[in-house]
């Protein structure tokens, strides 16, 4: 059972001080003595200072809107509703002003980053559930493995040369020659990738299936 008001009264509360603070009121002006630190000597000044209000500037849209002082005072930002701030965070993080933009780490530092977040040391670990081939495909290893295949294609899907440019936008995939879950050993050999486009990558399968012998060429 929580305790009592009166348990918490005068010198038995934990914030009790012997000398009061000597406070000046942010509404009134006035100098007034407290216990513990207050920004107003009374409620009537704590209401009337929460009633202020200022016109601002929306820093998105341009629109004008009146904000309370307390907010106006406490915000770094200032919009006219929650789409415009949404917007402007929007902008503000992509492209050449996010922090990350133009970074590029290590392949030390990515393994490293890695095995911070394996296992129970992840901040989302929910106690192993996924299945081993979900372990393997989002593993690190299993990325740069992707990007490899990507770079040595040149970005480009071997079937249909169709590539990123020019309004075209176009998904790519890392396809195994060998099946992943038939040469386990050939998983992250890099000549064992071919990039193909999600379209050419679904008709290949949808022709061969999952089991598809490895000496069926299709390009």
Partial sequence: MGRTRESTLGRKNPRWREELHNQTCLECGEKFDCERIRKFCSRECGYANKQKRVTVECE?????????????????????????????????????????????????????????????????????????????????????WRESVFERDNYTCQNCLSRNGN???????????LPFHMYVSGRFEINNGHTLCVDCHNDFHSFCGVDYSPILEYV
Avoid: P
């Fill in 60 to 144: 998105h849209c341009g629109v004008e809107v009146e904000l309370k002082k307390y907010r106006y005072d406490r915000n770094k930002h200032n919009y006219c509703s929650y789409r415009c701030s949404q917007k402007a965070h929007g902008e503000m993080y992509r492209g050449e002003s996010h922090w990350s933009t133009g970074t590029k780490f290590s392949d030390e530092h990515r393994r490293r980053m890695s095995d911070a977040q394996k296992g129970e040391l992840g901040h989302n670990w929910q106690g192993g559930k996924k299945s081993e081939r979900e372990l393997i495909r989002k593993s690190l290893e299993y990325k740069m």
């Fill in 167 to 177: 309004g075209k936008k176009v998904n790519l995939e890392a396809h195994h020659w």
